[in-house]
């Protein structure tokens, strides 16, 4: 009989955090999807301002919209590479999100408990970094069934924005 390796203190902490690492992961991709969706809203506006005469508001929307892609941009990043810094702006940014009814809410409360709980804390924090350059061997596995269903969501996604272009 061949004995069964052992687990290492430092691979157990992984393994007992990597689904809430991933889900960490997960909310700086959705930052960064925002800022892209919202930088292409800020240059369409941008574009449209320099073509015509603007007024303060929409001088202001344009600057408050580039600031928060900015700000998103670097939210996700952050929270993509498990910088303990961003967790603060993270959590305020999710507490904001509650007032967007419905889907701010949910997705917003979906953050907090994500980064607001004790695992969120110490994913982020630099002993589960010195954790992860111990363990590099070990990641997170995504479900084939969610590869699917993201790809079908894609899918009909470019769909419906190509949908108007054709022709009839």
């Known amino acids: ?25 997960g909310i700086g991709s959705i930052w960064m999807l925002t800022s892209v969706i919202l930088g292409l809203i800020s240059l369409s506006v941008t574009l449209r301002l320099v073509q015509q005469p603007w007024d303060l508001s ?12 900015g700000l998103f941009g670097w939210l996700g990043w952050s ?3 498990l910088c303990a810094q961003a967790r603060l702006p993270a959590l305020v ?9 419905p889907i701010g809410t949910l997705v917003g409360v979906y953050m907090l408990y994500i980064l607001g709980t004790e695992k969120g804390h110490f994913v982020l924090s630099e002993p589960y970094r010195q954790v992860i350059l111990q363990t590099p ?26 949908y108007p272009l054709m022709g009839s």
């Open 1 to 25: 009989m061949v004995p069964r390796a052992v687990a290492t203190e430092p691979e157990a902490v992984r393994r007992a955090h990597i689904n809430h690492e991933a889900s960490v992961q």
């Open 58 to 69: 929409t001088l202001a929307f344009v600057m408050l919209a580039w600031g928060l892609t």
């Open 79 to 81: 929270l993509r590479r």
């Open 93 to 101: 940014m999710a507490a904001l999100a509650l007032i967007a009814l």
């Open 137 to 162: 061997h070990i990641r997170y596995r995504t479900s084939w069934v969610v590869l699917v269903v993201v790809g079908l969501l894609l899918l009909a996604i470019a769909a419906s924005l190509l």
